[in-house]
């Protein structure tokens, strides 16, 4: 949170897809107004952005009933991805042998700001 308290932010972790992919959807919604990059997961293709619009939905609750943000003002100022654990699973081979495979995990960061309209007087 910054000092002049315009930022909310909301982690999803432990995210059952590999971080290449969830960083796809996230460079989507990056600088959009938040009511807007909702309505962009909600008609992505991928999957997993069903997963990065509920972090989207939690970082909007989080400003409106912490910090009393209005909804409307809200765009998305940051959206990463990070690794996770990584689950490990062998698959027997040809020869008695045995080859791995990892099942990574991510975790979703979203950052909302609070655009202040200017009022224009003349």
């Known amino acids: 949170m910054?000092?002049?308290n315009t930022l909310v932010k909301a982690i999803n972790k432990n995210v059952r897809t590999s971080p290449r992919k969830l960083a796809l959807v996230c460079n989507f919604i990056k600088g959009k107004k938040a009511d807007v990059a909702l309505r962009d997961l909600e008609f992505a293709r991928k999957k997993i952005a069903h997963d990065v619009s509920k972090t989207?939905?939690?970082?909007i609750a989080n400003a409106e009933n912490n910090y009393q943000f209005d909804i409307d003002n809200l765009f998305v100022k940051e959206?990463?991805?990070g690794k996770s654990l990584v689950m490990k699973r062998y698959?027997?081979?040809a020869k008695g042998?045995?080859?791995p495979i990892k099942k990574p995990f991510s975790r979703i960061t979203i950052v909302l700001e609070e655009k202040k309209e200017k009022k224009v007087s003349k």
Request: proline fraction near 6%; charge should be positive.
């Open 79 to 81: 959206a990463f991805v």
């Open 97 to 99: 042998r045995a080859s």
């Open 91 to 93: 698959r027997p081979r």
């Open 2 to 4: 910054s000092k002049d």
């Open 56 to 59: 989207v939905k939690s970082a």
